[in-house]
């Protein structure tokens, strides 16, 4: 008997609903293949243009909710959540308005208060916990001022209590998944850690060669020094090994990245730093404008066996000036002979 989650269980015993995330590959990777439906979700992004799509794909899904009656619980811990990407897609009716409802928390804590009053939330179809990341790291830092380090100078002590309200959390969720008559979606929402790392591109010549000489000199013969390039990594603050995954339906990264067309004409990831020459011819062709940056997902599912090793798939999508997803395997490419593409982006508008 294959073991399941408890999010898998979840899934198999609520109300047959799905609802789309405009994008059929990401539809496709989710647990059933067909879309997001009970359970818990998790959307991690990047703030600003780089981090364009999460809010996209997320608003894609609470306008399947209010368009099929349901209601959508939003709560937030700031007044910056980006109602207005919601509000300018061409989807969005005015009476959808009266389906949303906003609850303003201070911290984890008032989070946690508030899901132990489970049949608050019977009215809700979805419900989306905004700056979730951002609360989950305060919380830890509060944790480990409040209890201090132990003896040696760690901070296990703090850190596990704090995995078992976290939980605890979780637990609560999952019982207002469990117990509606909606089929409820729970999403967790917000930016992700980023840090930068040096890549080592190739060795550079360092001698005194002007390049409008004549007659360069012999390349062989001089010394030479490394050449880096600076690069960005964003992590999530719930670390894809962390056990809480055991909770998530699925978690959905998104973040901008370079982008080429293989021998096959498909899509991937450019400047692949697995591989030397590649990653140098990636940012030969970055630097002549022959490589773009699109909108990028990583889903990430795992099984009760498979918690350190979850299953993953990518893929690229777009996004129209009206803030509407755009599936780019229903979008036309254009590859001229020297490798250059146009995607043509329909407006959502017309």
């Known amino acids: 008997m294959q073991p399941q989650t408890l999010g898998q269980l979840l899934e198999t015993s609520a109300p047959e609903r799905r609802f789309s995330s405009g994008i059929s590959k990401l539809d496709a990777a989710l647990p059933g293949k067909n879309g997001f439906r009970t359970g818990i979700y998790d959307i991690s992004g990047t703030v600003g243009y780089v981090g364009l799509g999460a809010y996209e794909i997320l608003f894609n899904v609470v306008l399947g909710v209010l368009a099929s009656k349901g209601r959508v619980l939003c709560v937030q811990t700031t007044n910056k959540f980006p109602w207005l990407k ?94 509606s008559q909606h089929g409820t979606m729970i999403f967790t929402v917000g930016p992700m850690d980023i840090f930068n790392q040096k890549v080592l591109i190739h060795a550079v010549e360092d001698s005194d060669y002007d390049s409008t000489d004549s007659d360069p000199p012999d390349m062989d013969a001089a010394p030479k020094r490394p050449a880096y390039i600076n690069q960005q990594i964003f992590v999530p603050t719930i670390s894809l090994k962390s056990d809480l995954n055991s909770y998530y339906n699925g978690r959905i990264i998104v973040y901008r990245d370079w982008v080429l067309e293989n021998a096959n004409n498909e899509l991937v990831s450019g400047l692949d730093n697995k591989n030397q020459s590649v990653f140098e011819n990636s940012l030969a062709l970055m630097a002549s404008g022959k490589m773009k940056c699109l909108p990028h997902f990583l889903c990430v599912t795992s099984s009760p066996s498979h918690l350190r090793d979850p299953a993953k798939l990518t893929g690229f999508f777009l996004v129209d000036n009206n803030f509407q997803v755009i599936d780019i395997a229903h979008t036309a490419v254009n590859v001229d002979a020297d490798g250059n593409f146009d995607l043509e982006i329909p407006d959502s508008q017309e």
Do not use: W
């Open 86 to 179: 919601l509000q300018k897609n061409r989807r969005f009716r005015p009476e959808y308005g009266d389906q949303i409802d906003c609850i303003d928390v201070g911290n984890l804590v008032d989070v946690i208060v508030l899901f132990k009053s489970k049949r608050f939330f019977d009215p809700y179809s979805m419900i989306i916990l905004d700056s979730f990341p951002g609360m989950y790291a305060e919380s830890i830092r509060n944790m480990k001022a409040l209890i201090g380090p132990s003896a040696n100078g760690d901070y296990s002590e703090p850190v596990i209590k704090f995995y078992q309200s976290a939980r605890k959390l979780f637990h609560l969720m999952q019982q207002v998944c469990t117990n």
